[in-house]
């Protein structure tokens, strides 16, 4: 394991852990019977941290988030979130997919925050107001009144990020968040998102299979291996966040030559 | 943090959904066409095309001499309509017809919803309704009505029952296709919200599956109409009030030309209100909402 600077003081998540993800496996149930995803994960996610995930395609990182967004039960192994085990789907693990899907096309950008805020029990003009709040957090001030589909790709998924860190959850888990987004958006998101959550202290498990993503947004990375995985290292790359730092490409080189080992026994070429 | 510089990808305000199809701009043969009677607008285009027929009509009629007892000119069928609803002949079968088909639809959606919560539900729902629309969607609705004329008698219950059948299956179809193709991601999102049971269908299914159901409406409710006049026809007088469809057999039975032609136009016009408003709805829902794109004309 690299995680060594685990004990410097005053750094982010220095506390117990807020999630412990041990021994869990998880797979689906097929026409062609159970198919493992997953064969046995371990880590740790502590609070104020933020904890990628990365594997090659295929590998279950996503499967992984969304056991421990409660969407899907572990086969075996448990998952320990704030103490608590056997999770339903919540708002205090508020979730940011890929898809563009995930923003509800009938409601407004506004409309889509504030009603999350209503569904979790904020009263109307409240919700409206931290709605709006959130949304300008974003740099979409312009666009509160327009319907997704009037939406470019980033500001759909700005949108997301607004909704989710509005619930204010103890924990923010992001499925690719990024990964449809032109090169350049993307590093837009990236820097924006960074900001907010230092800003904010929250604590963020992040899907991604985009190395560089991992050592620019990552206090440590969590490294799976093919398919059904396990957790091969835990690297940890707090403070690297400019792509211009010596660390920055030995983080880089580190996590690639660490994929690379899994790809040439992967059947399928990832990326 | 910075605002965002990334272009929108839809047009900056509110869209407005193009009326009637719109030639691509840059087509040089629909230029040319649109040098003439291409540049009117719809409306006008459509306007002069209903005038020329309407004088073709009336042009036929004087110069063929038609009997009177066949056929009718418009200007006679124009005072047929204007009689029958000023005068109150036409209003009673319309509202008889309306009330009957809005019965029949009400009763029709109720089962189409219920089937479709089953089927979407369990196994053997959905393979219950995919046999049961496989084997009775084909079959002409009207076909049933004897049978329900022997079921229900020579009374209005039949008309309702021939049209709840007519409605519910097509219906059903679009439900079930609405409420099956709702967005995994869409329903995670509720159910991270913590929304679970009612609350994440009417919240997230139901609104999600909004444009197959006004599809389903508008489907079921085309099929309801060609099946209550179809049944009216051959079934004659409920009771003491007759529907439209009555209303023109009455007619051709008096050898009253005229009044058979405003009855069938009277049944266009209603079909047309119906449709301009289901597109109306259209355009204000899932239209405006990217669900669905361009509203149907």
């Not at chain 2, 193709?181 to 139901?206: C, E, F, M, N």
């Not at chain 2, 109409?225 to 009771?239: D, K, Q, S, Y």
Request: net charge positive; aromatic share 6%.
């Amino acid at each position: 394991m690299a995680d060594t600077a685990e004990a410097s003081a005053a750094a982010p998540g220095t506390g117990p852990p807020l999630l412990e993800v041990a021994g869990v496996a998880v797979g689906y149930n097929g026409p062609d019977g159970y198919t493992a995803a997953v064969a046995d994960a371990s880590f740790t996610v502590r609070a104020g941290e933020t904890v990628m995930l990365i594997g090659p395609s295929g590998c279950g990182k996503s499967t992984l988030l969304r056991v421990v967004a409660g969407f899907l039960r572990p086969a075996a192994g448990r998952v320990v979130f704030d103490g608590r085990t056997g999770l339903a789907p919540g708002p205090d693990r508020a979730v940011v997919f890929q898809e563009s899907d995930q923003l509800l096309p009938w409601r407004t950008a506004l409309g889509n925050v504030a009603y999350a805020l209503r569904a979790t029990g904020t009263p109307r003009a409240r919700a409206r107001a931290l709605a709006r709040d959130h949304l300008v957090g974003v740099g979409l001030a312009h666009a509160l009144d327009r319907h997704p589909h009037q939406l470019s790709g980033g500001m759909k998924q700005r949108v997301a990020i607004a909704r989710a860190l509005a619930l204010a959850p103890r924990m923010l888990l992001m499925d690719e968040p990024f990964g449809a987004l032109d090169a350049q958006t993307r590093g837009r998101l990236q820097h924006d998102l960074a900001a907010l959550v230092r800003r904010t202290g929250t604590t963020v498990l992040f899907v991604t299979h985009s190395i560089d993503e991992a050592v620019l947004l990552g206090d440590r990375v969590v490294v799976l291996g093919d398919r059904p995985s396990r957790v091969r290292e835990v690297v940890d790359v707090a403070g690297v966040d400019r792509p211009d730092a010596p660390e920055f490409t030995a983080a880089r080189r580190r996590l690639r030559a660490l994929l690379a080992e899994e790809e040439e026994t992967a059947h399928a070429p990832a990326h | 943090m910075p605002p965002p510089t990334d272009a929108p990808a839809g047009p900056p305000a509110a869209p407005a959904p193009p009326a009637g199809r719109r030639p691509a701009p840059a087509l040089p043969r629909s230029a040319r066409r649109r040098a003439g009677w291409g540049r009117l607008p719809t409306a006008v285009r459509r306007g002069v095309l209903l005038a020329a027929l309407i004088a073709a009509w009336q042009g036929y009629v004087s110069a063929a001499g038609v009997s009177p007892l066949v056929f009718a000119g418009p200007a006679d069928v124009a005072a047929a309509l204007v009689a029958g609803w000023a005068g109150g002949d036409l209003v009673a079968p319309t509202l008889t017809t309306l009330r009957l088909l809005g019965l029949g639809m009400l009763i029709g959606s109720v089962l189409a919803l219920a089937l479709t919560a089953l089927a979407v539900g369990t196994r053997l729902g959905d393979d219950l309704l995919s046999l049961l629309t496989a084997m009775i969607n084909p079959l002409p609705s009207v076909a049933v009505l004897p049978l329900a004329m022997l079921w229900f008698g020579l009374n209005e219950t039949a008309l309702v029952f021939v049209v709840a059948n007519a409605v519910l299956w097509p219906m059903a179809v679009s439900l079930g296709t609405g409420f099956r193709t709702v967005p995994a991601t869409t329903v995670a999102v509720g159910r991270s919200l913590g929304l679970r049971g009612w609350r994440l269908v009417r919240d997230i299914r139901l609104p999600a599956a909004l444009p197959h159901t006004i599809a389903g409406v508008r489907t079921g409710w085309a099929f309801g109409w060609r099946t209550i006049i179809a049944a009216e026809l051959v079934f004659g007088v409920a009771g003491a009030r007759g529907g439209l469809g009555f209303y023109i057999n009455d007619a051709r039975y008096y050898l009253d030309i005229p009044n058979v032609f405003a009855g069938l136009v009277t049944i266009a016009l209603i079909g047309i209100a119906l449709d301009l408003l289901f597109t109306a709805v259209e355009r204000r829902t899932v239209v405006r909402w990217g669900m669905r794109e361009g509203a149907a004309t």
